[in-house]
Each structure stands twice: as structure tokens, then as C-alpha cells.
């Protein structure tokens, strides 16, 4: 006599929960980069007064990658993708790896010409240097990062989904 563990539910009822689930999460997503760009604009490049926002950013990428491949979605993600594109999800990851680090050197390259240059062969200097040691930094750091995390992301998304297989049969 369990009346209050009815596990049947209705599967249109939930999927329309998981697209407002989904609705909220881009909501959230959109709410916080206006916040950005206007703490941006209001604040100057700041990190400080974005730093909350930057966390729920990064913290619920990290979240989804984590949850993903512990629920062998990860796998099915690439599978389809692949599918679909003419370019690999790994080598799309990596090619954000670098097309990140330029944007990132190009900033920081350009705004310590702004910054600190007096004159304009200065800034000129200061240009290439930051712009070089960034590119030189941030792209084999980014790159190596996105290719271990696809990596172990699809690892361990492929293991889940061997287990979910022999449970399945068994």
C-alpha cells in the first residue's frame, strides 16, 4: 500500500518541463552576459565586478560537460555531430582552442598599446610583444585543455554507455 510512489508519469508532461527547464537555463544565460557587457561598460574591463557571473558561466559548463559524460550523452553528442558536419567535434574543439587564444592575445595585445604607449611606434612595440607572448601562452595552454577534457569526457561517456548496455542486457 504505497499510494504516494506512483512512478508512472506522463512523458509529454515531461518533455515540455525539460523545454522550460531548457528556456530558464538560456534565460539565466542571457541575463547574466547583459550584466556583463553592461558592468563592462559601466565599470571598465574589470574582472572584478564580472566575477560572479563569469563563475556561473563557468560553472555550469563545467557542470553539463561532467554531468553529460556521466550520463553517456557526451558520446551521442559527438556521434550526431559528426554525423552532420564536415569537420570532427575534436578538431572543432581544437580549432576553438586557438581561434580563443588569438581573440585573447589580440586584447591583451591591443589594450597594452592603448594602456601604456606614449607615442605610436611604442604602441606599435607593445603591440607585437603582448601579442606574441599571448599567442605563444594561451594557445598550446588552450588547446591542451579542451583536447584532455573531449578526451576523458569521452572516455568516461563511453563507459557509461558499455555500462548502460550490459545493464540493459543483464
Known amino acids: 500500500m504505497n499510494f504516494f510512489k506512483n512512478k508512472i508519469q506522463d ?12 528556456e ?8 547574466c552576459l547583459v550584466s556583463v557587457v553592461y558592468k563592462f561598460f559601466v565599470y571598465g574591463f574589470e574582472m572584478e565586478h564580472v566575477a560572479t557571473e563569469m563563475a556561473i558561466f563557468v560553472v555550469a559548463g563545467i557542470y553539463y560537460g561532467v554531468r553529460a559524460s556521466q550520463k ?24 576553438i582552442g586557438v ?22 611606434l611604442e604602441a606599435i612595440k607593445y ?5 606574441v607572448a599571448s599567442i605563444m601562452f594561451y594557445i598550446p595552454f588552450l ?3 579542451l ?4 578526451s576523458s569526457a569521452k572516455k568516461q561517456s563511453d ?12
Open 11 to 22: 512523458e509529454r508532461v515531461i518533455n515540455e518541463q525539460n523545454k522550460i527547464y531548457r
Open 147 to 150: 583536447a584532455v577534457s573531449y
Open 127 to 131: 603591440f607585437f610583444i603582448t601579442f
Open 72 to 95: 553517456g550523452l557526451f558520446s551521442a553528442e559527438v556521434e550526431i555531430h559528426d554525423n552532420k558536419s564536415k569537420w570532427s567535434y575534436q578538431t572543432k574543439t581544437i580549432t
Open 159 to 170: 563507459k557509461a554507455v558499455e555500462k548502460q548496455l550490459e545493464d540493459d542486457e543483464s
Open 99 to 120: 581561434v580563443v587564444g588569438l581573440l585573447l592575445a589580440l586584447f591583451f595585445g591591443i589594450n597594452s598599446a592603448y594602456s601604456y604607449a606614449d607615442s605610436q
Open 24 to 31: 530558464i537555463y538560456l534565460l539565466i544565460y542571457i541575463v
Open 143 to 145: 588547446v591542451l585543455v
